[in-house]
């Protein structure tokens, strides 16, 4: 059910309220999605018809001479989108498992997403590669700490992706090296999630790595690189 929010100290998501008519208690839930003008609050156990528009929303937790939050109206506009178990509730991570291809290189891919608000999100990408040859090998791990922003709430729509990385290189062969590199990534794409969770994301972009230089074998791989990606996941 959507409250408005008031002036004064607003509703933030994880507050406890209690839809109140005529000063009787009709249901107690808690708030999964706030913005500066409005606040969706998710009444459990309740039918669809409890809670109507203009009801007074009150903290469940709190002291009515004491709390400073206003009472609230309710909206009632997005019931049935507060009530469903996945679009609403605001699902915090978002772990997916797919692949980063470029010109020259074809690797898998975990992404770890943790959301700051229903529509930014921080990420942790830790990559891992290996390319041998007959008698040389190249190892790389590393990773990119991303920020993630989405068009819809809850990990949907529109997604774009930016954010640092570093790399560690080894190489094997007549003799060793191992070094460390710098970089980054930005992609745009876009993420379809479906109520269960489950979603599939898709994005293009570039990468960077700072160059690296190797006396046993020549790294075509640094440098300014197109990439595409392919993931999937579920939220929870």
Known sequence: ???????????????????????????????????????????????????????????????????????????????????DTREGRGDKFNITGGFNAGFTLFFPMLDIQFALSPSVALGLRPQFFRLTAATTSLTSFGGHLTFNYYSKKNYKGLWIQIGPGFYTVAVEGLGSESTTAFGGIATLGWRLRFKSGFNIGIGAGATFISPITSNIVVIEFDGFRPTLALDLGFTF
């Not at 998710?42 to 669809?48: G, L, S, Y």
């Not at 004491?66 to 109206?73: G, N, V």
């Open 1 to 83: 059910m959507v409250i408005q929010q008031a002036k004064g100290v607003q509703w933030q998501m994880g507050d406890l309220a209690c839809a109140v008519r005529k000063k009787r208690k009709i249901a107690c839930g808690k708030v999964i999605q706030a913005t500066s003008k409005r606040a969706v609050v998710a009444f459990t156990q309740v039918p669809k018809t409890a809670v109507q528009k203009g009801d007074r929303v009150l903290a469940a937790n709190g002291n009515a001479k004491t709390d400073q939050r206003e009472p609230a109206a309710t909206r009632g506009s997005s019931y049935g989108s507060a009530h």
